[in-house]
């Protein structure tokens, strides 16, 4: 009796819009729990990404595109859909402290990093830190700026020269 009115009141639930929706919202936030360092630090390094993104886009006189926002929009529904899927499988196998998240998460905070260094140094060529590691970063610059890498490599040895 108990089991049969619990099974009518899933079926009901199931039977609506709201009920599906209201179930993956929280499977998710069941998924994520105790993620949500990962998850913020991951967002936060995404948010920065745009912010630089916006910025080094001003600095070259275009306007922030819109196709900024879906860019951004995508990230985080990829990144979303991978964190979701690693934060299940700790869960699955009983990892507690959310290990392969972790590994997820950083790596996420890596690539947007890597992706953010590249706006700083077409907004501040002239910041030590950047210029130090500015070699390595010539397929990003030439990626963001739509240009060929040799000629990122020409306008900094120029830029170099420049202030010998």
Known sequence: MI????????????????????????????CLSGHGTAVGIALIAIVMDAVWGIASSVKQGKFAKSELARDTIGKIAVYGCAILAFSCIDK????????TTNIIC???????FWSTLGSMLICFPKIPFLRVIKFAL??????????????VKNALEKFDNKKS
């Open 3 to 30: 089991i049969e009115h619990f099974i009518v009141k899933i079926q009901e639930i199931f039977s609506t819009v709201w009920g599906w929706i209201s179930f993956a919202i929280f499977f998710v936030i069941s």
């Open 92 to 99: 699955l196998l009983g990892i507690h402290n959310g290990l």
């Open 106 to 112: 950083s790596l996420i905070v890596l690539v947007e």
């Open 138 to 151: 010539i397929g990003e610059i030439a990626n963001k700026l739509g240009i060929r890498e040799d000629d």
